[in-house]
DNA sequence: CGCAGTATATAGGATAACCGATATATTTAA
DNA sequence: TTAAATATATCGGTTATCCTATATACTGCG
């Protein structure tokens, strides 16, 4: 994914952004990347995405129900949880920057 | 520095993280990293801040003024534009998710 | 002065995110 | 039925963050 910000290159933050996502609304991969595009305004490829979703597969994270050519993803129990730790951690780090006028 | 979350590991916002702290007030090497303890939970090692900090002065976000064994870091102006332009791309990407319950 | 503690610095290496290219399966269009 | 488009999948490689040492400079204290 090409780095849309000099500074902060975001690596390290899709799968809690995926992870996030789907605790919002069960979706496919490439209705994922699209939901990141419009975050972050690069869509993260094929090759990006798909093994980032089979990480957090193995990972017990997330589970996949197979419809035809497309693939729902749905947060497992303990997907459910991390997105709630994740998300804490993620909250301690950066409010004061969301605030800050 | 240690994985204190299991899915985002943070990657890449280090430089971030330190420019905002930057903008908000001058500081040294130590004293960023005990910051960013705060809001993180680890704390960076020498190895890690110095090399950002280069990094950053490197490419003329930031400047030093040494005083002594301390180094005290101040924003130059492109550092206060890139700052601005981080921090709005951080907040596009991730404001839903600071603002969700 | 000599020693401990603090702040900075760098080299070397591990890790993992991400991409480009390529391949396969399913659906739809023609 | 064949072609095109969509969705998923994998591999190899690049890149950059971050860490573990280790080293150096300055300060203060005895």
Same mark, same amino acid.
């Given at each position: $994914? %090409?780095?849309?910000? #000099?500074?902060? +290159?975001?690596? *390290? $933050?899709?799968?809690?952004? /995926?992870?996030?996502?789907?605790?919002? %609304?069960? $979706?496919? #991969?490439?209705?994922?990347?699209?939901? /990141?595009?419009? @975050?972050? *305004? =690069? %869509? &993260?490829? =094929? *090759?990006?995405?798909? &093994?980032?979703? !089979?990480?957090?597969?193995?990972? #017990?994270? /997330?589970?996949?129900?197979? +419809? *035809?050519?497309?693939?729902?993803?749905?947060?497992? !129990?303990? #997907?459910? +949880?991390?997105? !709630? @730790? =994740?998300? =804490?951690?993620?909250?301690?780090?950066? %409010?004061?920057?969301?605030?800050? +006028?």
């Amino acid at each position: $994914m %090409k780095k849309t910000c #000099g500074t902060c +290159d975001m690596r *390290g $933050m899709l799968s809690f952004q /995926i992870l996030w996502l789907l605790s919002k %609304k069960s $979706m496919h #991969g490439e209705e994922l990347a699209e939901e /990141i595009e419009k @975050r972050r *305004g =690069a %869509k &993260p490829k =094929a *090759g990006t995405i798909y &093994p980032a979703l !089979k990480e957090l597969k193995n990972n #017990g994270l /997330i589970e996949g129900k197979k +419809d *035809g050519k497309i693939i729902k993803y749905v947060l497992t !129990k303990d #997907g459910k +949880d991390e997105v !709630k @730790r =994740a998300k =804490a951690y993620f909250i301690r780090s950066f %409010k004061d920057i969301l605030l800050s +006028d």
